[in-house]
């Protein structure tokens, strides 16, 4: 007991040292397990603190932006998970960012990774002291503000003691790793927007919608005034033999065939077109098949079963691009 209260009695003056003096307390050398050790014993009664204002006060009005003013239960595991798992994984986090740019890739120290991280530990310390304040309001906003600004501070002063440059020095180190880093994510985003900008146009210029105004149908009234291209089977015969072709890029076409019912062989192809998007609809307005295809020449998509009725079969195409002639869908039996 006289060694765990010892312990605590250590570790809060030197926080308090680090504080009032980062000058001269932030030269104390540690490793990343004996940093921790050093991290949580301080942390936990402020945490202890943030928890019973909490109950007392809310979640005051930090997390009440957050998660509503009524959500006690949730702020005070936020508090906890704060101070137990994300400030210490935000100290591994920062510091391996600013180990990887500053030394890694300028070669700016030579120190281990373990004095970085001591040092963004260090900087935690004016956080911890103060965050538990946040249900008190506008004290919150002051202190807080306050203690992510000497945090900064003591960031830098830690920095130039435990790596041994000038505070300046620090300074730009800091200020050139968060550059790097935040334009490295900007160009990863751009190029993950990139992609996702031209799948999006290439699917837009690639995929002929058939509710488009231009469809020669519409799925309410069935077929109006189906334009048939050459070389397609003429309107009204059988199902169970049926082509529709057509040569023009960006284009709809329809036609219309009679069914004594059965099951039907489809095959399709996008042709010169580069797509082609199919649908075989009932005269009672039922989709009995729909699909679209980048397959250039005919191919077959199986087959599917139509009672009996009259049908009408859709031939939209795309904007070119492709080979293999005019696009195609035949039917068969």
């Known amino acids: 007991m006289d060694n765990a209260l010892a312990t605590f009695a250590k570790a809060y003056k030197n926080a308090i040292e680090v504080m009032i003096h980062p000058g001269l307390a932030t030269k104390t050398q540690m490793g990343i397990a004996d940093a921790l050790k050093f991290y949580y014993t301080i942390a936990l009664i402020p945490m202890l603190f943030g928890v019973l204002l909490s109950l007392i006060f809310g979640p005051g009005v930090l997390l009440s932006l957050i998660f509503g003013p009524h959500h006690i239960l949730l702020a005070l595991?936020?508090?906890?998970?704060?101070?137990l798992v994300f400030f210490p994984i935000g100290a591994f986090i920062n510091s391996g960012i600013y180990h990887i740019i500053i030394k890694n890739l300028f070669d700016v120290y030579k120190q281990e990774y373990s004095a970085a991280f001591l040092a963004y530990i260090y900087s935690l310390v004016p956080v911890v002291f103060f965050f538990w304040v946040f249900p008190i309001y506008i004290l919150?906003?002051?202190?807080?503000?306050?203690?992510f600004l000497w945090s900064f501070i003591v960031l830098i002063i830690a920095i130039s003691n435990l790596l041994s440059m000038s505070r300046l020095k620090a300074l730009?180190?800091?200020l050139l790793s968060d550059i790097?880093?935040?334009?490295?994510?900007y160009v990863i985003a751009i190029i993950i927007l990139g992609v996702f900008v031209f799948v999006g146009l290439f699917n837009l210029f690639s995929f002929n919608s058939l509710n488009e105004s231009s469809s020669p149908f519409n799925s309410l009234n069935g077929p109006t005034s189906p334009l048939v291209a050459a070389h397609s089977s003429a309107n009204?015969?059988?199902?169970?033999?049926?082509?529709?072709?057509?040569?023009?890029f960006s284009n709809t076409i329809a036609g219309i065939c009679t069914w004594n019912g059965g099951t039907l062989s489809i095959s399709i192809a996008g042709g010169d077109s580069g797509y082609a998007s199919v649908a075989f609809i009932g005269s009672n307005n039922k989709t009995y098949f729909s699909q679209g295809t980048t397959a250039r020449c005919l191919t077959s998509f199986g087959s599917f079963y139509a009672p009996a009725q009259k049908y009408t079969l859709v031939l939209s195409t795309g904007r070119g691009g492709g080979y293999c002639g005019p696009a195609i869908v035949k039917l068969s039996s």
């Not at 595991?77 to 101070?83: G, M, P, S, T």
């Not at 790097?180 to 994510?185: D, G, K, N, S």
């Not at 015969?237 to 023009?248: A, E, I, Q, R, V």
Request: contains cysteine.
């Open 77 to 83: 595991i936020v508090v906890v998970a704060l101070y």
């Open 236 to 248: 009204y015969t059988s199902c169970g033999n049926f082509t529709l072709s057509d040569n023009k």
């Open 172 to 174: 730009g180190t800091i």
């Open 140 to 147: 919150a906003f002051v202190l807080i503000a306050i203690s």
């Open 180 to 185: 790097i880093f935040y334009l490295i994510v």
